[in-house]
């Protein structure tokens, strides 16, 4: 929930300063220039170091929680053990999956920045 509660909080604060200031936020696009440490090139050649990034987990490595409720596919096993003989079993509850969304160098994302272009909030990647 800190996350959302994270990327609410960065959409707000954009937008008030959007209206308050009198250069409204802009809508930018960039390709990763480099993954550790994350670098992102502007259409226009400036380069923006990770520390004026704001990642939205769009674009980040990150776990999710998801409820299941389903059965294994049969598969046989080997050495002639029972336990590992051909079976069917449920595999139900909340169960963490790792989502393996890191950036990675030369992919084209979509930006938005902060009155005075000190912060840039990476939405998501864009094109194929």
Same mark, same amino acid.
């Given at each position: 929930?800190?996350?959302?509660?994270?990327?609410?909080?960065? +959409?707000?604060?954009?937008?008030? =300063?959007? &209206? =308050?200031?009198?250069?409204?936020?802009?809508?930018? $696009? !960039?390709?990763?220039?480099?993954?550790?440490?994350?670098?992102?090139?502007?259409? %226009?050649?400036?380069?923006?170091?990770?520390? $004026?990034?704001?990642?939205? /987990?769009? &674009?980040?490595?990150?776990? +999710?929680?998801?409820? +299941?409720n389903? *059965?294994?596919?049969?598969?046989? @096993? @080997?050495?002639?053990?029972?336990? $590992?003989q051909?079976?069917?079993?449920?595999?139900? @509850?909340?169960?963490? $999956?790792?989502?393996?969304n890191?950036?990675? %160098? !030369?992919? =084209?994302? +979509?930006?938005?920045?902060? *009155?005075? !272009?000190?912060?840039?909030l990476?939405l998501? /990647?864009? @094109?194929?």
């Open positions: 929930m800190a996350n959302v509660d994270l990327f609410y909080e960065t +959409v707000k604060n954009i937008a008030l =300063n959007a &209206v =308050n200031s009198k250069r409204p936020m802009n809508i930018l $696009f !960039g390709v990763v220039e480099s993954e550790k440490p994350l670098k992102i090139r502007l259409d %226009s050649g400036k380069i923006i170091p990770e520390s $004026f990034l704001i990642l939205c /987990r769009n &674009v980040t490595d990150h776990t +999710v929680y998801m409820k +299941v389903h *059965q294994v596919e049969k598969m046989s @096993g @080997g050495a002639k053990d029972p336990s $590992f051909s079976h069917i079993h449920q595999y139900k @509850g909340t169960k963490p $999956f790792e989502v393996l890191a950036l990675k %160098s !030369g992919e =084209n994302v +979509v930006l938005l920045s902060m *009155q005075g !272009g000190q912060t840039y990476v998501d /990647r864009v @094109g194929a």
